[in-house]
Nanobody, 118 residues
Framework: QVQLVESGGGLVQAGGSLTLSCAHS????????MGWYRQAPGKQRELVAA???????NYAESVKGRFTISRDNNKNLVYLQMNSLKPEDTAVYYC????????????WGQGTQVTVSS
């Protein structure tokens, strides 16, 4: 059974930093990519950052230069370092694992709240 558990969310002032962590277990298959998505109230879930098995990264334009995604394969962890946070970064952040192959499968964590006050 695949499990993803996020941690590190919280309340921070604008300009501050947070680091989100996602621990995954049960992922006994080839992983294509891992990523972080977010969903603000009344909005659709959107990709924030992703990192492939080859460690290529992809970021939403709104977070480029501020957020950094990384992974530790030995510890089954993926991180999202968030700097220079803005009120518009407020959302529930979800960890995602996408399996390799076609069809692929997506697995999600339960989400962690990030609130940035102005």
């Amino acid at each position: 059974q695949v499990q993803l558990v996020e941690s590190g969310g919280g309340l921070v002032q604008a300009g501050g930093s947070l680091t989100l962590s996602c621990a995954h277990s049960g992922t006994f298959f080839s992983i294509n990519a891992m990523g972080w998505y977010r969903q603000a109230p009344g909005k659709q879930r959107e990709l924030v950052a992703a990192i492939t098995s080859g460690r290529s990264t992809n970021y939403a334009e709104s977070v480029k230069g501020r957020f950094t995604i990384s992974r530790d394969n030995n510890k089954n962890l993926v991180y999202l370092q968030m700097n220079s946070l803005k009120p518009e970064d407020t959302a529930v952040y979800y960890c995602n694992v996408r399996s390799a192959g076609i069809p692929y499968r997506d697995f999600w964590g339960q989400g962690t709240q990030v609130t940035v006050s102005s």
